[in-house]
Each structure stands twice: as C-alpha cells, then as structure tokens.
C-alpha cells in the first residue's frame, strides 16, 4: 500500500465490544433518605434563627422608641432651661443678683492684663454714690415668671 492508497481510504472503524459493569455498591452506613433530612434539619434551623433573629430586631425597635421618647422629653426640658437662663442673663437681670450680692457699679475703669498681672488705669475705691441712676432696687417681674415656669416645667417631666 502507497502512501496515497492509505490517506484516501476511508477510516476504520474500531469494533464495537460490551464490557460487564459492576453495580455501583452503597455505603452500608447512609440509608436512602438522609440526604432530604439534612435538607429539612438546616431548612428549620434556618427558619429558627430567622424568628431568633426577628425578634432581637422587635425589641430593640420598643427600645429605640423609648430612647427616641426620651430624647424629645429631655430636649424641651432643655430649651425650658435655656430659656429661664436666658431670661436670668440679662443685663439688668445681672446687675439685679450684683446688687443683692453687695456689688456696685465702677464708673472707674481699670484694667488687669493677665499674662503679666499689671494694673492698667488708677483704681480708686468705690462707694456706691458714683452712679446715682443706677438702682439697686431689684425688679424681677418677668424673671420670676420665667423661672416659675421653668421649675413647674422641669418637675412635671422628670421620670422616677
């Protein structure tokens, strides 16, 4: 046979043979339905952990309305204070608790710097005559109702 004979000749076809198999052998320790039990075992773990889960989420959201509670509660309690503070800073509010302290009015300015301690102006003591239209007669009409208002306000919204 030439070369070209053997390329233009039609493959061959290997025979065809039947071999026996050996059936597939089970392990004698897994029985047919423990694959679908597993299955089942983390399906209802799964659906354990998920109402677990649930409800932490349900309490912590009660929580979280009480702290969210008790933050308005404690934030119009604070602009109450603020407010009564505001109505106790005034200027006049100020000279008023100065007065009633002892404290009068220097019409004489002198000055302290701090990083040296030197005395800048002549300090001159004073009797409480220099100012004569500045009272001391305190006026706490609007204070008083503030401050009333505050205290009422503040006991009726502290928690036991």
Do not use: C, W
């Amino acid at each position: 046979m030439s070369a070209l004979e053997i390329l233009d000749a039609p493959p061959r076809r290997p025979r065809a043979t039947v071999q026996a198999v050996s059936p597939v052998k089970r392990h004698p320790g897994l029985p047919k339905g423990a694959f679908p039990l597993m299955i089942l075992g983390l399906l209802a773990m799964g659906m354990v952990g998920h109402l677990a889960l649930q409800t932490a989420i349900q309490e912590n959201g009660f929580e979280l309305g009480e702290l969210q509670s008790q933050t308005a509660q404690l934030s119009a309690q604070e602009a109450v204070l603020q407010s009564a503070l505001g109505a106790k800073s005034t200027p006049t509010q100020l000279a008023h608790a100065a007065a009633g302290l002892g404290m009068v009015a220097d019409p004489y300015a002198t000055m302290v710097v701090l990083s040296t301690g030197q005395v800048l102006g002549v300090t001159t003591p004073v009797t409480g005559q220099e100012l004569p239209l500045v009272s001391a007669a305190p006026h706490l009409g609007a204070s008083q109702a503030a401050t009333a208002a505050a205290t009422s306000a503040m006991g009726s919204r502290t928690q036991p």
